[in-house]
Nanobody, 123 residues
Framework: QVQLVESGGGLVQPGGSLRLACEAS????????MSWHRQAPGKERELVAE????????FYKDPVKGRFTISRDNAKSMLYLQMNSLKPEDTAVYYC????????????????WGQGTQVTVSS
């Protein structure tokens, strides 16, 4: 049974930082690209960042470039998202997802999704 379990969300002030984690199980984590997505209230879910299976290739959406860092530990089947300089517009439920291939596909062809973790940026 495939599981993706996110953690690390919470309430943070503007300018603050959070580190999200996604624990994967039930599949060979190191063979697949992984991604972070987010969905704000009243908006569609959007891709935030994606990393290929080896960690050599990374894609970031423009709004998070220079502030967020995606990383993975294939030995531990873990995906991370370090979020710095957070803004109120980063408030959303954040999801991790597994790709269908080893290469980046810009958020397409997602096989499995986690349940999400809430990130709220507010003073």
């Amino acid at each position: 049974q495939v599981q993706l379990v996110e953690s690390g969300g919470g309430l943070v002030q503007p300018g603050g930082s959070l580190r999200l984690a996604c624990e994967a199980s039930g599949f060979t984590f190191g063979l697949f690209a992984m991604s972070w997505h987010r969905q704000a209230p009243g908006k569609e879910r959007e891709l935030v960042a994606e990393m290929d299976s080896s960690g050599d290739n990374i894609f970031y959406k423009d709004p998070v470039k220079g502030r967020f860092t995606i990383s993975r530990d294939n030995a531990k089947s873990m995906l991370y998202l370090q979020m710095n300089s957070l803004k109120p517009e980063d408030t959303a439920v954040y999801y991790c997802a597994s790709g269908a291939f080893s290469n980046i596909s810009y958020g397409r062809s997602r096989r499995h999704w986690g349940q999400g973790t809430q990130v709220t940026v507010s003073s």
